[in-house]
């Protein structure tokens, strides 16, 4: 069954939000998806706004198409559940853009927020000339600008968890009035009801760590889910999550063994296998099937020389 995706808020009541009072919208439902129609491919990724605040604007590539679907809304801040191109690319425009919006990072990722240089630049080692025509132009957040999270804080409506595994600096947030999870990649990628598959793109790939991070969303007996690729998980969580679960289980083993092209071809199966031929497409530009074998290989070669654990 298809996860519902709610594109408008309803409207809410008067909302007091410091200073003088003005009307504003605030969403006591499931937040809004933005299908951000990255390189023309819907459905594979999608920002939110929810009561007022972004999570992941997505990368700078696509910002025109957020801008105009928040109108004259000026967002409250901006969470980043990490800062990954396609999650967070976006930021340091938005920032520019709206003075008053504050945004939160872990503080691993903190840094290359405010100074994204190193990480440019070894992007573009990966990705070589398609970087731009990707992402776009990355720019710097001033370091005043940023929420430094460390996990395990409440702040106003959220609940922030520490959720590492796909990344290094990984957070979720739990918008508490509503009960809805913001996931980024950890609860993995499910498009238009399909399979829920892990991103496992290298260098931060820790699986035991991610199945952890896995326990801690549901420990939250969330009511929904929203994330970036692609939307809202609404009638059926514990199926969602139980199914991450499950897959990041068995693309860890598989990688185990097989190379790069094997890799491909058993994640590409595993998805056509549980939906259509052009949600296959989908999912594909959400996270290109040849990513998944780097960062579960480098995982089992960390292993190995025992700098990490089964
Ligand atoms: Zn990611």
Known sequence: MAPRIVRAC??????????????????????????LMHLGVPHALGAHVHDGWIVDPG???TVDRLLEALGDEEPRGILLTHIHFDHAGATGELAARFPDAEI???????RHIADPTRLVASARGVFGEAFDH?????????ADRLRVLSGGETIGPWRVAYTPGHAKH???YLHEPTGV??????????????????????????PPTWHRSIATVAAWKPRALAYMHFGVTSTDVEAHLADIDEALTRFTEQARTADNDAMTAFVREWVAA????????????????EGNHGGLARYWQQV???????
């Open 274 to 289: 549980r939906t259509d031929e052009d949600t296959v497409g989908s999912y594909y530009a959400a996270g290109p099937f």
């Open 104 to 110: 939160w990072v872990h503080e691993r990722g903190a």
């Open 59 to 61: 990368p700078q590539r």
């Open 134 to 142: 990707l992402w776009g132009e990355v720019v710097p957040v001033p």
């Open 181 to 206: 999870a913001f996931t980024g990649d950890v609860a993995g990628i499910r498009i238009d009801g399909g399979p829920a598959i892990p991103p496992t793109p290298p260098p931060d790939i820790d």
């Open 170 to 172: 990984h957070v979720a």
């Open 304 to 310: 190995d020389e025992g700098k990490l654990s089964a």
């Open 10 to 35: 309803r409207r809410g009541p008067v909302a007091r939000v410091g200073g003088p009072i003005r009307f504003r919208r605030v969403s006591h439902d499931l937040p809004r998806t933005i299908d």
